[in-house]
């Protein structure tokens, strides 16, 4: 049987996930039946697909033709970029989507670099051409200019190329829609232009792990490219670590993709992709190799974190009411069965033994683990996101990320403005038809919290992406935020009265009704400080009536606060508080007596 491996990359949203799904459906071995044919098969997470975007990068195989077709679908967005430099060592060839309309963006640059370095055959796909203000021709035009940009050599510049529509189905040799009738060209375009694996099956065994999962029969789950060799159920091989040291090991179950699933086979031959179990401690980018003649392949280099963030146990008046998982016992061993699948995350011990520092790739790395959790059920409360700084040569260095940012014209200056407050440095600009399009170069602790300001200062109209850099020199301190909190000084229920005075002072996170309790964040103050107020005060009832006691006090509709609003708001002495049910800002020390105490012990009075 003929066998391709390919990968699929692209800018995040430019519709990865539904090309896989048409490919998936118009298949030879597609057999899900699904009761809302718009569901995105691919995007089985409920985050995915509440978020519109690849979080966890997956595997799945098609057939067409007589041939099989190992496809990986990966994440677009940047923190979770580094899935992407491993898929590179698994496959032979890519699909690079580019939006009709949008062109290649920033992380288009970036899957786009690792494929050319991989020296991977690549397939161009103009997707969404179905776009009323769709502009293929110009699309296809800036690819060519990005592949030059980026050293491609001549065959790779010589790319194939296909139009589609993913979401109808439907791929062709040219740009006219109604020419097109399924996504059979794009089918033959992979068996023409990718080649098969180059499989030895006479050289001893090497499988290169570059993905893991997890099976709560099985255990972890290695899925990787076998090289060389054959690898069958019971076989014993050696597992080389990313230290070098070669340990004797097992092989458990063997298995290949069928549509989404992994299936049971006797073994496997080279050039596949394939799982294993029965390897409890292989990680990414390690090599399982032949029993009497281990031959390690090059290790995987995976990404450092860039972000940390406390997690602890919740320590609030109201913990233990909404979740089901509270203890620091559940916690710790939530945030190890993470480990065991996601390489970039990193969980280290603290002085205090209900509390772990927890570092990723980014905010939104850690704020998709701490949503996995809190709808599994935990209950836990977590610090303000800090940047992770590095010393080199005596040198204080610093995560920089590039931000590219396309707004209508008239907002280009508030966005320069705020770039700039926050270290940002201009390195591009290019206005086209009333749109702004800028590139920053920006110290990652100045993107914490940016995106909601962005978006509430462009009034939903402008769209942002960012791409890591690397470590830099510091930049120099930020200005503090110029914003203190409304903190409630009684434990109760919010008030229509309470609350009407207390909005006078800023915004609110809440209306009447809700319990709080003291030292609780209940809105954002206009000034710089902090203010206390009794939010849960009714108002006194008197014999005597009022001129105006017969008019009803007008309480603005609260901002609602979501994880990341909440991750992107709090101060370095405030938490948010997590649970099933409700996300909450409270001050660590919740009494007004124990902040003064914790102030001035930090000041050495």
Same mark, same amino acid.
């Given at each position: 049987?003929?066998?391709?491996?390919?990968?699929?990359?692209?800018?995040?949203?430019?519709?990865?996930?539904?090309?896989?799904?048409?490919?998936?459906?118009?298949?030879?071995?597609?057999?899900?039946?699904?009761?809302?044919?718009?569901?995105?098969?691919?995007?089985?997470?409920?985050?995915?697909?509440?978020?519109?975007?690849?979080?966890?990068?997956?595997?799945?195989?098609?057939?067409?033709?007589?041939?099989?077709?190992?496809?990986?679908?990966?994440?677009?967005?940047?923190?979770?970029?580094?899935?992407?430099?491993?898929?590179?060592?698994?496959?032979?060839?890519?699909?690079?989507?580019?939006?009709?309309?949008?062109?290649?963006?920033?992380?288009?640059?970036?899957?786009?670099?690792?494929?050319?370095?991989?020296?991977?055959?690549?397939?161009?796909?103009?997707?969404?051409?179905?776009?009323?203000?769709?502009?293929?021709?110009?699309?296809?035009?800036?690819?060519?200019?990005?592949?030059?940009?980026?050293?491609?050599?001549?065959?790779?510049?010589?790319?194939?190329?296909?139009?589609?529509?993913?979401?109808?189905?439907?791929?062709?040799?040219?740009?006219?829609?109604?020419?097109?009738?399924?996504?059979?060209?794009?089918?033959?375009?992979?068996? &023409?232009? %990718?080649?098969?694996?180059? @499989? *030895?099956?006479? $050289?001893?065994?090497?499988? /290169?792990? =570059?993905?893991?999962?997890?099976?709560?029969?099985?255990?972890?789950?290695?899925?990787?490219?076998?090289?060389?060799?054959?690898?069958?159920?019971?076989?014993?091989?050696?597992?080389?670590?990313?230290?070098?040291?070669?340990?004797?090991?097992?092989?458990?179950?063997?298995?290949?993709?069928?549509?989404?699933?992994?299936?049971?086979?006797?073994?496997?031959?080279?050039?596949?992709?394939?799982?294993?179990?029965?390897?409890?401690?292989?990680?990414?980018?390690?090599?399982?190799?032949?029993?009497?003649?281990?031959?390690?392949?090059?290790?995987?280099?995976?990404?450092?974190?860039?972000?940390?963030?406390?997690?602890?146990?919740?320590?609030?008046?109201?913990?233990?009411?909404?979740?089901?998982?509270?203890?620091? &016992?559940? %916690?710790?061993?939530?945030? @190890? *069965?993470?480990? $065991?699948?996601?390489?970039? /995350?990193? =969980?280290?011990?603290?002085?205090?033994?209900?509390?772990?520092?927890?570092?990723?790739?980014?905010?939104?790395?850690?704020?998709?683990?701490?949503?996995?959790?809190?709808?599994?059920?935990?209950?836990?409360?977590?610090?303000?996101?800090?940047?992770?700084?590095?010393?080199?040569?005596?040198?204080?260095?610093?995560?920089?990320?590039?931000?590219?940012?396309?707004?209508?014209?008239?907002?280009?200056?508030?966005?320069?403005?705020?770039?700039?407050?926050?270290?940002?440095?201009?390195?591009?600009?290019?206005?086209?038809?009333?749109?702004?399009?800028?590139?920053?170069?920006?110290?990652?602790?100045?993107?914490?919290?940016?995106?909601?300001?962005?978006?509430?200062?462009?009034?939903?109209?402008?769209?942002?992406?960012?791409?890591?850099?690397?470590?830099?020199?510091?930049?120099?301190?930020?200005?503090?935020?110029?914003?203190?909190?409304?903190?409630?000084?009684?434990?109760?229920?919010?008030?229509?009265?309470?609350?009407?005075?207390?909005?006078?002072?800023?915004?609110?996170?809440?209306?009447?009704?809700?319990?709080?309790?003291?030292?609780?964040?209940?809105?954002?103050?206009?000034?710089?400080?902090?203010?206390?107020?009794?939010?849960?005060?009714?108002?006194?009832?008197?014999?005597?009536?009022?001129?105006?006691?017969?008019?009803?006090?007008?309480?603005?509709?609260?901002?609602?606060?979501?994880?990341?609003?909440?991750?992107?708001?709090?101060?370095?002495?405030?938490?948010?508080?997590?649970?099933?049910?409700?996300?909450?800002?409270?001050?660590?020390?919740?009494?007004?007596?124990?902040?003064?105490?914790?102030?001035?012990?930090?000041?050495?009075?």
């Amino acid at each position: 049987m003929e066998l391709r491996n390919i990968a699929i990359i692209a800018h995040v949203d430019h519709g990865k996930t539904t090309l896989v799904d048409a490919l998936l459906k118009q298949s030879e071995n597609f057999k899900i039946k699904t009761d809302n044919p718009v569901d995105l098969i691919m995007d089985s997470n409920e985050l995915e697909r509440e978020r519109g975007i690849t979080i966890f990068s997956k595997n799945a195989s098609i057939r067409y033709g007589g041939a099989k077709i190992n496809i990986v679908d990966t994440p677009g967005h940047a923190d979770f970029g580094g899935e992407v430099e491993r898929i590179m060592r698994m496959v032979d060839g890519v699909l690079l989507l580019i939006d009709a309309k949008e062109g290649p963006m920033p992380q288009t640059k970036f899957v786009l670099k690792k494929a050319i370095e991989a020296g991977h055959k690549i397939i161009v796909v103009i997707n969404k051409i179905d776009k009323p203000d769709a502009r293929p021709a110009w699309a296809l035009s800036a690819t060519y200019d990005l592949f030059i940009e980026l050293g491609a050599t001549d065959e790779q510049i010589e790319f194939p190329v296909v139009y589609a529509s993913a979401v109808e189905g439907k791929a062709g040799a040219s740009s006219d829609l109604a020419a097109m009738k399924n996504i059979e060209p794009l089918f033959e375009a992979i068996l &023409r232009h %990718i080649p098969a694996p180059k @499989a *030895e099956k006479n $050289e001893p065994l090497q499988m /290169l792990t =570059v993905n893991l999962q997890y099976d709560n029969y099985r255990g972890r789950i290695a899925v990787g490219r076998l090289y060389s060799g054959t690898l069958k159920k019971g076989l014993w091989v050696s597992h080389i670590n990313r230290r070098g040291e070669i340990k004797k090991a097992q092989i458990g179950n063997v298995m290949l993709f069928e549509g989404l699933n992994r299936v049971d086979v006797p073994e496997a031959k080279p050039g596949e992709i394939v799982a294993v179990s029965g390897i409890a401690d292989v990680s990414i980018g390690e090599t399982i190799a032949d029993l009497d003649n281990p031959k390690p392949l090059a290790v995987i280099h995976i990404d450092e974190p860039t972000i940390k963030m406390t997690f602890g146990v919740n320590t609030s008046p109201f913990a233990g009411k909404e979740g089901e998982y509270t203890t620091s &016992r559940n %916690i710790k061993g939530r945030l @190890a *069965e993470e480990l $065991e699948t996601d390489v970039a /995350l990193k =969980v280290e011990d603290t002085d205090a033994a209900d509390h772990w520092t927890v570092s990723g790739r980014g905010e939104l790395h850690l704020a998709i683990l701490i949503e996995k959790m809190r709808r599994e059920g935990y209950e836990l409360e977590v610090s303000k996101p800090q940047v992770i700084f590095k010393e080199e040569n005596g040198e204080k260095n610093e995560p920089v990320e590039l931000v590219s940012v396309e707004v209508p014209e008239d907002y280009a200056g508030i966005v320069i403005e705020m770039m700039g407050q926050r270290l940002g440095l201009m390195k591009d600009m290019k206005v086209d038809n009333h749109t702004a399009k800028m590139d920053f170069k920006i110290p990652v602790r100045g993107l914490i919290g940016v995106r909601n300001a962005f978006m509430t200062s462009t009034k939903g109209q402008g769209i942002m992406n960012s791409l890591f850099l690397g470590y830099e020199p510091y930049k120099g301190n930020l200005a503090d935020k110029n914003r203190g909190s409304i903190v409630s000084t009684e434990t109760g229920t919010t008030n229509n009265y309470g609350l009407v005075a207390a909005q006078g002072r800023g915004k609110l996170f809440m209306g009447a009704g809700v319990e709080v309790y003291e030292g609780m964040v209940v809105g954002e103050n206009a000034k710089s400080r902090d203010e206390l107020v009794n939010v849960c005060r009714s108002r006194e009832l008197t014999n005597f009536r009022a001129k105006n006691d017969g008019l009803q006090d007008q309480l603005e509709v609260p901002l609602k606060l979501t994880l990341e609003n909440a991750l992107d708001y709090i101060h370095d002495d405030e938490l948010v508080e997590i649970t099933p049910k409700s996300i909450r800002i409270r001050k660590k020390h919740l009494t007004e007596n124990d902040r003064r105490k914790a102030a001035r012990e930090s000041r050495g009075d």
